[in-house]
């Protein structure tokens, strides 16, 4: 049983023991490569198929999102924690804050020009998408939570299993032991459930 697990922007595999450990705790073998962005993140991910779980935080989860979308049938099930998972919403909403980060991520975003569309997730789920499990920070203020939105009503078109678990009090990510024993506990019983053998 494998599972890939991919780490945030301007992070690296160790800061992301929060979202491996629950899954090595399950008995799975986690690659955890470095990432520059999605597009790396998703060549990477290729040769790492077929998985039971891909998993990633921020521009982690939008990587996950997008290679089981890309990939039908060799993901089986995704754990995105406050991935974007429509990148042209991402920069609007960036866009429109003001503040020094949110123009920097912004300006990172446009720089990519036709890629922006080629790596947003949203673009390409459809038939074939595996379950998906999205947890965000109710006071998360980098990924808002109309990215939920969207994947919700893309479950409803699709017809593919989505849990939306939000965790009262918490940010971006999980800082708080207490808040990191929630999301692990969460996708342990989500990809218990929900995993495919691979």
């Known amino acids: 049983m494998r ?9 690296s595999p160790e800061k992301v023991d929060w979202l491996v450990e629950p899954l090595r705790g399950l008995g799975y073998e986690v690659v ?17 198929l077929p998985v039971g779980v891909a998993a990633g935080h921020s521009m ?3 990587a996950a999102l ?32 003001g503040d020094r980060l949110s123009k920097r991520l912004a300006h990172e975003l ?9 790596t947003s997730p949203s673009r390409y789920i459809g038939q074939g998408m595996p379950p998906v499990l999205y947890i965000r920070g109710d006071r998360d203020d980098v990924v808002p939570r109309a990215h939920v939105d ?5 479950a409803d078109k699709f017809g593919f299993h989505v849990d939306v678990v939000e965790i009262a009090g ?5 800082k708080t032991d207490e808040e990191r024993e929630k999301v692990a506990k969460v996708i342990a019983n989500f990809v218990e459930k929900y995993a495919g053998r691979s």
């Open 32 to 48: 955890a490569p470095s990432i520059r962005d999605v597009a790396d993140a998703y060549e990477i991910g290729l040769s790492s």
């Open 3 to 11: 599972a890939i697990v991919y780490h945030g922007r301007g992070s």
């Open 170 to 174: 918490m940010g971006h990510t999980p």
């Open 110 to 118: 446009a720089a990519l020009g036709s890629q922006l569309d080629e």
């Open 66 to 97: 997008l290679l089981a979308a890309r990939n039908p049938g060799k993901v089986g099930c995704v754990v995105s924690v406050a991935g974007p998972v429509d990148r042209r919403l991402q920069l609007r909403w960036l866009e429109g804050k």
């Open 60 to 62: 982690g989860g939008t």
């Open 150 to 154: 969207v994947l919700i009503g893309l």
